[in-house]
T-cell receptor, first 113, second 112 residues
Framework: DAGITQSPRHKVTETGTPVTLRCHQTENHRYMYWYRQDPGHGLRLIHYSYGVKDTDKGEVSDGYSVSRSKTEDFLLTLESATSSQTSVYFC????????????FGEGSRLTVL | EDKVVQSPLSLVVHEGDTVTLNCSYE??????LLWYKQEKKAPTFLFMLTSSGIEKKSGRLSSILDKKELSSILNITATQTGDSAIYLC????????????FGKGTKLTVNP
């Protein structure tokens, strides 16, 4: 299994508070992604990174920011959490471009009250 | 807007049955179609289908891409309880990015 660790795995927070989710990989893969998964919507891409300090937006990026200062770490930040951001967040990595073959982390369940 | 539609959304079968899961897509510039299996937690990769590889098989699972109909099917023969999962279809458009577009998934339940 690909070495991907997400933290925290579970978090409950209140509306308006900042939240940071961390994705750590030991595979030295170039590409990293953040998805959210919600009932009725499937997996939707929030942001992705194609290298250190190189990131791009996905289809649901509003309200989220990311940073990648090292190959192994990709951080997802909710500057001011809202209830609509209650979701399960998955980090994924891939080694090569043009394959679509992603390795996913175990997910982080975030509840915003 | 790129779109992936899966059907049915859920399916309950008995062990030993054969099932067919459907995926249709609307993508501006198609590159490949992928199937993932999601049991309790992380999705895991099953197959990738492209214009040059329209049929894939692995054990009891097989998948075919129909580029004319813009669709794909995932077949599972002789189902087992361990096949119970959500099966996700995703499309990778052309364009140099890795922005997979996922369908909502089909939840398969295999009863003993």
């Amino acid at each position: 299994d690909a070495g991907i660790t997400q933290s925290p795995r579970h978090k409950v927070t209140e509306t308006g508070t900042p939240v940071t989710l961390r994705c750590h990989q030991t595979e030295n893969h170039r590409y990293m992604y953040w998805y959210r998964q919600d009932p009725g919507h499937g997996l939707r891409l929030i942001h992705y990174s194609y290298g250190v300090k190189d990131t791009d937006k996905g289809e649901v990026s509003d309200g989220y920011s990311v940073s990648r200062s090292k190959t192994e770490d990709f951080l997802l930040t909710l500057e001011s959490a809202t209830s609509s951001q209650t979701s399960v967040y998955f980090c994924a990595i891939s080694e090569k471009v043009n394959t679509g073959e992603l390795f996913f982390g175990e997910g982080s369940r975030l509840t915003v009250l | 807007e790129d779109k992936v539609v899966q059907s049915p959304l859920s399916l309950v079968v008995h062990e030993g049955d054969t099932v067919t899961l459907n995926c249709s897509y609307e993508v501006t510039n198609f590159r490949s179609l992928l199937w993932y299996k999601q049991e309790k937690k992380a999705p895991t990769f099953l197959f990738m289908l492209t214009s040059s590889g329209i049929e894939k098989k692995s054990g009891r699972l097989s998948s075919i891409l129909d580029k004319k109909e813009l669709s794909s099917i995932l077949n599972i023969t002789a189902t087992q309880t361990g096949d119970s999962a959500i099966y996700l279809c995703a499309v990778l458009p052309q364009g140099g990015s890795e922005k997979l577009v996922f369908g909502k998934g089909t939840k398969l339940t295999v009863n003993p």
